[in-house]
């Protein structure tokens, strides 16, 4: 256990598995890295601290790797919300342990050693890690697993999230290996040449034009959404916003040419050259993930937008030279969690070896891969209307348990109730504000008004907790695969110095590593010579996956795997 104690130094504290104290050591944090990475060779502990974003980082500056860790600050936040849990009320009470989805984004600079003398700001601001109540918060939250209604689902959950903020901290440490001049020369193709300061591409300049004179407006702002309405409006095209669903419904000479500026100007405002300048160095780009960041467990991105990089730009993302990328995504990962989960025998064989969407079309649901898209989408969100209205019903019949599943959770969430993932994760509570809305809705003096907002209100939960369960239980078998893969990497053998890929790091510049993830795609940065075997590892973690999660399923989790020096564009 990790922890902070006075006058700056940090305390190592030994646990038994029990939790009595076995030893302590104190040392200046100039000499930490050297302790924890020779206790890491003799033992391997799993590694308790208050958080991982503020203690990790440094320990792979360092050169320091971990194979496992019980993150407090992401553990307390299941716990404390989880259905499983019979007695949350402590953990309930220890509110300096609660911290946003999202926190602050970390200081990028990891100085020259290890720790500072003075304790450094967190990501989590108010977290604390003095080693007392460090210990204070392992007591509660042990009681909470071990007087939980099944403690094995909890602990692997918990053992997955923690391993994720392993890895999130790599992944950041490593990079993602960035080619600048390929990047400028797909921002040059669509905008045009890098215009200077305060000043827009040539190509958007010619777009903005014909807008302009395709309105009648030559001195129209199109990037103040008041004005560019105002203007459609003058125009005689009746939109409510300025939305591309919404303009692309419309016909108008201005249509067309608005959509592509509007397309380039997200290109150039997310990821254009001053994207470029601050977030790629030295060859690689290292984004600020951030596990857990979404509600279901999915991983959100509070620095560089990694969640969001546009297809377009993946040529940019390229090998280092005599390394390469192995890359992997999972074809239809949450309708093949949902299957498995609700033991849906006839939705588990429609996807056994192939494309599900493909199986669904040959077991005469529907009749394209589109429509059977569209509807098994319709069933993870809960559409009710249009090609998603239509096909939901069939599904329905063909699927009865799986779809049974969904609707189940859906109509939990519209009485307000909580839902649970497959390993423990539970939904918010509605607010005080719902509850109180529906409670008023159902009273004598309701009007028709107040009871259609309360039923749309309670729809929309459901469409919530509906997708809650499969997209949640579908992060835990991304992260379940992750773990798996990460500490199969660390096991390959050293590079020779000179075929390094220096950029990544004292650690990662050695060995292959992950370099990449995307909800349910990694890429593996390896050397070309390991390539393969790093596919391999990839298949094999995926299936180790399934089997964790879904011990005895004949439930598959097929991979679309390349092994390229660029990642293409899909």
């Not at 944090?29 to 590694?47: D, I, N, Y």
């Not at 969100?381 to 939901?392: I, L, P, Q």
Request: aromatic residues 6%.
């Amino acid at each position: 256990m990790l922890g902070r104690a006075a006058g700056g130094r940090t305390l190592v504290r030994f646990l038994a598995a029990d939790g009595a104290v076995l030893s302590e050591e104190s040392c200046e944090a100039t000499v930490l890295h050297a302790l924890v990475g020779r206790l890491e060779q003799e033992s391997a502990p799993r590694w308790v601290w208050s958080d991982a974003t503020a203690w990790y980082p440094r320990l792979l500056a360092a050169g320091v790797t971990l194979s496992r860790c019980h993150d407090l600050r992401l553990v307390h936040r299941i716990l404390r919300h989880s259905d499983l849990v019979t007695v949350p009320g402590p953990l309930r009470a220890a509110t300096e342990w609660d911290t946003p989805l999202e926190p602050e984004e970390p200081r990028r600079e990891l100085g020259a050693t290890l720790f500072d003398l003075d304790p450094q700001p967190s990501r989590s601001p108010g977290v604390p890690d003095g080693i007392e109540e460090t210990c204070a918060e392992l007591t509660r939250q042990q009681a909470a697993i071990a007087s939980a209604e099944d403690p094995a689902r909890l602990r692997l959950l918990l053992a997955a999230e923690s391993a994720g903020a392993l890895i999130a901290a790599e992944l950041q440490a490593a990079g993602i290996p960035w080619d600048v001049a390929e990047h400028d020369r797909i921002l040059t193709d669509a905008l045009g040449p890098r215009p200077g300061a305060g000043s827009l591409p040539a190509q958007m300049v010619e777009v903005a034009a014909e807008v302009r004179s395709a309105l009648g407006d030559p001195l129209l702002s199109l990037d103040s959404p008041p004005k560019l309405l105002r203007a459609l409006h003058r125009a005689g095209i009746d939109v409510a916003s300025t939305s591309q669903w919404e303009l692309q419904e419309k016909e108008h000479p201005a249509i067309e040419p608005l959509l592509r500026y509007k397309k380039m100007s997200r290109l150039l405002t997310a990821n254009g050259w001053a994207w470029l300048d601050e977030w790629v160095h030295e060859g690689r780009y290292r984004p600020v993930y951030v596990p857990g960041g979404v509600v279901t467990g999915r991983w959100a991105s509070s620095g560089g937008g990694a969640l969001q990089i546009p297809r377009r730009l993946r040529p940019a993302l390229r090998a280092d030279p005599g390394w390469l990328l192995v890359s992997a995504d999972v074809s239809q990962l949450e309708p093949r969690v949902l299957a498995a989960m609700s033991s849906d025998h006839t939705m588990i064989e429609a996807g056994a070896g192939r494309d599900l969407y493909s199986g669904i079309v040959e077991a005469g649901v529907v009749a394209t891969r589109q429509e059977a898209k569209i509807g098994v989408l319709g069933a993870l969100y809960g559409g009710t209307t249009g090609d998603s209205g239509r096909v939901v019903p069939r599904l329905r019949r063909t699927f009865p348990a799986a779809m049974a599943l969904v609707d189940g959770a859906a109509a939990t969430g519209e009485r307000g109730g909580t839902v649970t993932t497959w390993l423990g994760r539970s939904s918010p509570a509605p607010d005080p504000g719902w509850v109180q809305a529906q409670r008023a809705a159902n009273g004598p003096d309701a009007g028709p008004g107040e009871q259609e907002r309360a039923r749309r209100s309670a729809r929309d939960r459901g469409r919530f907790t509906r997708n809650f369960v499969v997209q949640g239980t579908a992060a835990e078998w991304a992260l379940s695969w992750m773990a798996a893969l990460r500490l199969r990497l660390a096991q390959f053998p050293e590079v020779a110095a000179d075929e390094r890929a220096d950029p990544s790091g004292p650690v990662f510049s050695r060995r292959a590593h992950l370099a990449f993830f995307l909800h349910d795609e990694v890429i593996v940065h390896a050397p070309a010579a390991q390539a393969e075997a790093a596919a391999a590892a990839i298949r094999e973690c995926a299936d180790a996956a399934g089997r964790l999660l879904f011990p005895g399923s004949p439930i598959d989790f097929p991979l679309d795997l390349a092994i390229t020096e660029r990642s293409a564009e899909k």
